[in-house]
């Protein structure tokens, strides 16, 4: 057994607040197994969609920004780098495959004038970016003061 399949044998036998503990500690990711994968993803996208400034998200122009194939919610529009599908997708999941009406850009170079955006979402992409915090504040001017 290599040591991969060593660590992962390891973590298989780690209660999820274990795993979630060593991939703090690790500043790494954390290994969800089977339903877990589910109810993690479920609490993820509740907590981001209960932060949008207003509860009826069909009258507000919301981006998603790295979302591969995770649509969170039907108004949000999928931003991603890729959509998964050629040589630099082949080895993707389908299910992080993005579908083809995601509009292609890099997180740190989005095509959205300044105010045209209401809100922004964005899971599991800052770890992507040499200068996550850089690529938040050209974010901000995408959206518009909501207090206004």
Not at 82 to 91: I, P, V, W
């Amino acid at each position: 057994m290599g040591a991969n399949e060593t660590i992962a044998a390891f973590l298989r036998g780690c209660t999820l607040e274990e795993r979630e503990r060593i991939g703090y500690e690790a500043h790494s990711t954390a290994l969800y197994l089977g339903e877990e994968v589910v109810t993690v993803q479920s609490a993820e996208e509740e907590a981001v969609l209960a932060a949008a400034p207003l509860r009826d998200l069909a009258a507000l122009n919301g981006i998603n920004i790295g979302a591969g194939g995770r649509p969170v919610h039907p108004t949000l529009l999928m931003v991603d780098a890729h959509r998964g599908f050629g040589s630099e997708g082949a080895a993707l999941p389908s299910a992080q495959k993005a579908p083809l009406s995601t509009i292609m850009a890099w997180a740190d170079d989005l095509p959205f004038k300044q105010g045209s955006l209401d809100y922004a979402i964005s899971l599991h992409n800052l770890e992507h970016l040499p200068d996550p915090v850089g690529m938040l504040q050209p974010q901000l001017q995408f959206c518009h003061d909501m207090q206004s």
